[in-house]
Protein backbone atom coordinates (compact mmCIF):
# COMPACT_ATOMS: atom_id res chain seq x y z
CA UNK A 1 0.00 0.00 0.00
CA UNK A 2 1.56 3.55 -0.88
CA UNK A 3 1.51 6.86 0.65
CA UNK A 4 -1.62 8.13 -1.53
CA UNK A 5 -3.41 4.85 -1.22
CA UNK A 6 -3.18 4.93 2.59
CA UNK A 7 -4.30 8.74 2.72
CA UNK A 8 -7.09 8.26 1.31
CA UNK A 9 -8.13 5.16 3.26
CA UNK A 10 -7.48 6.92 5.89
CA UNK A 11 -9.58 9.69 4.82
CA UNK A 12 -12.69 7.76 4.02
CA UNK A 13 -12.47 5.92 7.12
CA UNK A 14 -11.77 8.66 9.59
CA UNK A 15 -13.21 11.97 7.69
CA UNK A 16 -16.72 11.23 7.33
CA UNK A 17 -19.37 13.59 8.09
CA UNK A 18 -20.10 13.62 12.11
CA UNK A 19 -23.33 15.78 12.33
CA UNK A 20 -24.02 17.16 15.02
CA UNK A 21 -28.36 17.94 15.46
CA UNK A 22 -29.56 21.04 16.67
CA UNK A 23 -31.01 19.95 20.07
CA UNK A 24 -26.78 19.12 20.93
CA UNK A 25 -25.41 22.15 19.65
CA UNK A 26 -28.37 24.81 21.69
CA UNK A 27 -26.92 22.67 24.81
CA UNK A 28 -23.72 22.97 24.29
CA UNK A 29 -23.69 26.48 23.82
CA UNK A 30 -25.92 26.46 26.49
CA UNK A 31 -23.88 24.99 29.09
CA UNK A 32 -20.70 27.04 27.63
CA UNK A 33 -22.24 30.14 28.49
CA UNK A 34 -23.58 29.16 31.77
CA UNK A 35 -20.00 28.40 33.66
CA UNK A 36 -22.52 26.33 36.36
CA UNK A 37 -23.90 23.96 33.74
CA UNK A 38 -21.09 23.59 32.22
CA UNK A 39 -19.66 21.39 34.80
CA UNK A 40 -23.18 19.21 34.56
CA UNK A 41 -21.28 17.19 31.53
CA UNK A 42 -22.13 13.72 30.98
CA UNK A 43 -18.69 12.98 32.74
CA UNK A 44 -19.97 14.56 35.88
CA UNK A 45 -23.76 12.92 36.18
CA UNK A 46 -21.23 9.79 36.62
CA UNK A 47 -19.44 10.96 39.51
CA UNK A 48 -23.03 12.38 40.58
CA UNK A 49 -24.12 8.83 40.49
CA UNK A 50 -21.17 7.50 42.36
CA UNK A 51 -21.38 10.01 45.08
CA UNK A 52 -25.12 9.17 45.25
CA UNK A 53 -24.06 5.34 45.43
CA UNK A 54 -21.33 5.91 47.98
CA UNK A 55 -23.88 8.06 50.21
CA UNK A 56 -26.43 5.09 49.79
CA UNK A 57 -24.25 2.33 51.22
CA UNK A 58 -22.50 4.39 53.86
CA UNK A 59 -26.33 5.47 54.98
CA UNK A 60 -27.51 1.77 54.61
CA UNK A 61 -24.21 0.58 56.46
CA UNK A 62 -24.62 3.01 59.15
CA UNK A 63 -28.15 2.12 59.99
CA UNK A 64 -27.58 -1.80 59.95
CA UNK A 65 -24.39 -0.92 62.69
CA UNK A 66 -26.97 1.08 64.85
CA UNK A 67 -29.62 -1.77 64.51
CA UNK A 68 -27.17 -4.21 65.64
CA UNK A 69 -25.74 -2.17 68.16
CA UNK A 70 -29.18 -1.70 69.47
CA UNK A 71 -30.04 -5.19 69.48
CA UNK A 72 -26.83 -6.23 71.93
CA UNK A 73 -27.75 -3.78 74.21
CA UNK A 74 -31.09 -4.97 74.75
CA UNK A 75 -29.95 -8.67 74.84
CA UNK A 76 -27.33 -7.71 77.94
CA UNK A 77 -29.98 -5.93 79.36
CA UNK A 78 -32.32 -8.52 79.28
CA UNK A 79 -30.18 -10.94 80.52
CA UNK A 80 -29.23 -8.97 83.37
CA UNK A 81 -32.93 -8.42 84.59
CA UNK A 82 -33.15 -12.19 84.41
CA UNK A 83 -30.20 -12.61 86.45
CA UNK A 84 -31.58 -9.66 88.82
CA UNK A 85 -34.87 -12.39 89.03
CA UNK A 86 -33.54 -15.12 89.50
CA UNK A 87 -31.15 -14.44 92.22
CA UNK A 88 -33.85 -12.24 93.96
CA UNK A 89 -36.04 -15.50 93.83
CA UNK A 90 -32.95 -17.65 94.83
CA UNK A 91 -32.75 -15.31 97.82
CA UNK A 92 -36.13 -15.64 98.86
CA UNK A 93 -36.39 -18.91 98.86
CA UNK A 94 -33.37 -19.84 100.77
CA UNK A 95 -32.67 -17.04 103.30
CA UNK B 1 -7.75 26.61 5.32
CA UNK B 2 -10.58 28.50 3.20
CA UNK B 3 -9.16 32.66 3.73
CA UNK B 4 -13.39 33.88 3.57
CA UNK B 5 -13.86 30.50 5.93
CA UNK B 6 -11.32 31.98 8.16
CA UNK B 7 -12.30 35.64 8.29
CA UNK B 8 -15.98 34.59 9.52
CA UNK B 9 -14.60 32.64 11.87
CA UNK B 10 -12.89 36.28 13.15
CA UNK B 11 -15.61 37.52 12.94
CA UNK B 12 -17.39 35.41 15.34
CA UNK B 13 -14.86 35.38 17.89
CA UNK B 14 -14.78 39.20 17.64
CA UNK B 15 -18.75 39.17 18.85
CA UNK B 16 -18.17 36.55 21.11
CA UNK B 17 -15.69 38.67 22.89
CA UNK B 18 -18.11 41.62 22.86
CA UNK B 19 -20.59 39.42 24.64
CA UNK B 20 -22.91 38.29 21.78
CA UNK B 21 -23.58 34.84 23.06
CA UNK B 22 -25.20 33.87 19.82
CA UNK B 23 -22.14 34.18 17.66
CA UNK B 24 -21.18 30.65 19.71
CA UNK B 25 -23.98 28.74 18.50
CA UNK B 26 -22.37 29.63 15.04
CA UNK B 27 -19.31 28.45 15.43
CA UNK B 28 -20.67 25.56 17.54
CA UNK B 29 -22.52 25.00 14.43
CA UNK B 30 -19.88 25.72 12.06
CA UNK B 31 -16.75 23.87 14.11
CA UNK B 32 -18.66 21.38 16.48
CA UNK B 33 -18.98 18.32 14.05
CA UNK B 34 -15.74 18.17 13.33
CA UNK B 35 -14.46 18.52 16.56
CA UNK B 36 -16.36 16.17 17.48
CA UNK B 37 -15.59 13.51 14.64
CA UNK B 38 -11.36 14.38 15.87
CA UNK B 39 -12.33 13.37 19.68
CA UNK B 40 -14.04 10.55 18.56
CA UNK B 41 -11.73 9.32 16.65
CA UNK B 42 -8.65 9.87 18.60
CA UNK B 43 -10.13 8.62 22.01
CA UNK B 44 -12.74 5.83 20.52
CA UNK B 45 -15.23 6.86 22.35
CA UNK B 46 -18.72 9.13 21.81
CA UNK B 47 -19.38 9.66 25.37
CA UNK B 48 -15.98 11.55 26.45
CA UNK B 49 -15.91 13.07 22.39
CA UNK B 50 -19.13 14.76 23.98
CA UNK B 51 -17.44 16.17 26.80
CA UNK B 52 -14.03 17.39 24.74
CA UNK B 53 -16.80 19.29 22.42
CA UNK B 54 -18.34 20.70 25.21
CA UNK B 55 -14.34 21.74 26.45
CA UNK B 56 -13.67 23.64 23.73
CA UNK B 57 -16.61 25.77 23.38
CA UNK B 58 -16.80 26.39 27.40
CA UNK B 59 -12.66 27.38 26.38
CA UNK B 60 -13.89 29.44 23.50
CA UNK B 61 -16.54 31.46 25.19
CA UNK B 62 -14.50 32.02 28.78
CA UNK B 63 -11.18 33.07 26.53
CA UNK B 64 -12.64 34.69 23.67
CA UNK B 65 -11.46 38.29 24.98
CA UNK B 66 -7.90 36.47 24.94
CA UNK B 67 -7.72 35.29 21.69
CA UNK B 68 -5.44 36.74 18.85
CA UNK B 69 -6.87 37.70 16.03
CA UNK B 70 -3.42 36.49 13.63
CA UNK B 71 -4.15 33.09 15.33
CA UNK B 72 -6.74 30.66 12.84
CA UNK B 73 -9.49 30.20 14.58
CA UNK B 74 -10.35 26.67 13.58
CA UNK B 75 -6.46 25.73 14.80
CA UNK B 76 -7.44 27.22 17.89
CA UNK B 77 -10.21 25.10 18.79
CA UNK B 78 -8.40 21.91 17.80
CA UNK B 79 -5.86 22.66 20.18
CA UNK B 80 -7.91 23.32 22.97
CA UNK B 81 -9.65 20.08 21.92
CA UNK B 82 -6.08 18.29 21.30
CA UNK B 83 -4.69 19.24 24.79
CA UNK B 84 -7.96 18.02 26.32
CA UNK B 85 -7.97 15.07 24.80
CA UNK B 86 -4.58 14.46 25.87
CA UNK B 87 -5.37 14.88 29.54
CA UNK B 88 -8.16 12.58 28.94
CA UNK B 89 -5.72 9.56 27.68
CA UNK B 90 -3.16 10.53 30.24
CA UNK B 91 -5.93 10.22 33.31
CA UNK B 92 -7.16 7.20 32.22
CA UNK B 93 -4.30 5.48 30.75
CA UNK B 94 -6.88 4.65 27.87
CA UNK B 95 -4.73 5.05 25.08
CA UNK B 96 -1.70 2.84 27.01
CA UNK B 97 -4.11 0.28 28.04
CA UNK B 98 -5.22 -0.09 24.39
CA UNK B 99 -1.67 0.08 22.84
CA UNK B 100 -0.63 -2.57 25.47
CA UNK B 101 -3.33 -4.96 23.81
CA UNK B 102 -2.32 -4.37 20.70
CA UNK B 103 1.28 -4.74 20.95
CA UNK B 104 1.45 -7.94 20.00
CA UNK B 105 -0.38 -7.81 17.13
CA UNK B 106 1.17 -9.19 13.79
CA UNK B 107 -0.05 -9.52 9.86
CA UNK B 108 -1.69 -12.64 10.52
CA UNK B 109 -3.59 -11.61 13.92
CA UNK B 110 -4.90 -8.86 11.22
CA UNK B 111 -5.64 -10.82 8.48
CA UNK B 112 -7.38 -13.29 10.37
CA UNK B 113 -9.94 -10.48 12.03
CA UNK B 114 -10.50 -9.62 8.45
CA UNK B 115 -11.51 -12.89 7.53
CA UNK B 116 -13.92 -13.50 10.38
CA UNK B 117 -15.13 -10.48 10.67
CA UNK B 118 -15.66 -9.09 7.24
CA UNK B 119 -15.22 -5.58 8.61
CA UNK B 120 -12.31 -3.49 7.34
CA UNK B 121 -13.58 -0.96 9.46
CA UNK B 122 -12.38 -2.76 12.70
CA UNK B 123 -9.14 -3.76 11.22
CA UNK B 124 -8.37 -0.05 10.62
CA UNK B 125 -9.01 0.66 13.80
CA UNK B 126 -6.90 -2.22 15.62
CA UNK B 127 -3.94 -0.81 13.22
CA UNK B 128 -4.54 2.61 14.23
CA UNK B 129 -5.06 1.81 18.00
CA UNK B 130 -1.59 -0.03 18.01
CA UNK B 131 0.56 3.24 16.85
CA UNK B 132 1.75 5.88 19.58
CA UNK B 133 -0.63 8.34 20.47
CA UNK B 134 1.39 11.31 18.31
CA UNK B 135 1.81 9.08 15.01
CA UNK B 136 -2.14 8.49 15.30
CA UNK B 137 -2.97 12.17 15.89
CA UNK B 138 -0.95 13.45 12.97
CA UNK B 139 -2.70 10.76 10.37
CA UNK B 140 -5.86 12.63 11.88
CA UNK B 141 -5.34 15.95 11.86
CA UNK B 142 -3.45 15.49 8.07
CA UNK B 143 -5.79 12.94 6.21
CA UNK B 144 -9.43 12.99 8.46
CA UNK B 145 -9.06 16.44 9.40
CA UNK B 146 -7.40 18.08 6.24
CA UNK B 147 -5.04 20.16 8.01
CA UNK B 148 -1.75 21.33 6.62
CA UNK B 149 1.45 20.50 7.99
CA UNK B 150 2.50 23.78 9.40
CA UNK B 151 -1.62 23.87 10.93
CA UNK B 152 -0.88 19.99 12.02
CA UNK B 153 2.32 21.13 13.64
CA UNK B 154 0.83 24.01 15.56
CA UNK B 155 -1.92 22.31 16.71
CA UNK B 156 0.11 19.62 18.46
CA UNK B 157 3.14 21.87 19.49
CA UNK B 158 5.83 20.43 17.50
CA UNK B 159 7.61 21.60 14.38
CA UNK B 160 7.07 20.58 11.67
CA UNK B 161 10.03 18.45 10.96
CA UNK B 162 9.16 16.41 13.95
CA UNK B 163 5.43 16.23 12.17
CA UNK B 164 6.88 15.16 9.34
CA UNK B 165 8.68 12.20 11.06
CA UNK B 166 5.55 11.18 13.19
CA UNK B 167 3.37 10.98 9.37
CA UNK B 168 5.96 9.32 7.78
CA UNK B 169 6.62 6.31 10.84
CA UNK B 170 2.37 6.65 11.27
CA UNK B 171 2.09 6.02 7.34
CA UNK B 172 4.69 3.27 7.16
CA UNK B 173 3.39 1.45 10.48
CA UNK B 174 -0.11 1.56 8.90
CA UNK B 175 1.27 -0.02 5.50
CA UNK B 176 3.14 -3.07 7.59
CA UNK B 177 0.14 -3.54 9.14
CA UNK B 178 -3.02 -3.29 6.47
CA UNK B 179 -0.45 -5.06 3.96
CA UNK B 180 -1.83 -8.39 4.66
CA UNK B 181 -5.30 -7.14 3.64
CA UNK B 182 -4.90 -4.59 1.43
CA UNK B 183 -6.68 -6.23 -1.52
CA UNK B 184 -9.70 -5.87 0.69
CA UNK B 185 -9.29 -2.95 1.88
CA UNK B 186 -9.00 -0.65 -1.71
Known sequence: MNDSELESLLAETYGQDFPLDDVLVQRIASRATTPVLAFTRKSSFKWLALAASL????????????????????????TQDLEQIFTNQYDREFL | MDT?????????????????????????????????????????????????????????????????????VKTWLYTIAHNYCLNILKSTKRYIQDSSL?????????????????????????????????????????????????????IMGVSEKALESLASRGKSEMAKKLRPIKEALL
Not at chain 1, 55 to 78: P, R
Not at chain 2, 30 to 55: W, Y
Not at chain 2, 103 to 125: C, H, N, P, W, Y
Open chain 1, 55 to 78: TCVTIGVGSGMYAATTEIQIVETT
Open chain 2, 4 to 72: SSDEEDKTYMHRLAAGDDSALTLLIRKHGSSIMRFATNLLDDADTAEDVVQHVFTQAWQNAHRWKPRAQ
Open chain 2, 102 to 154: LDGIDESDLAEESATRSQSRKVIDLAMNSLPKRQKTVLLLRYAEGFSQSEAAE
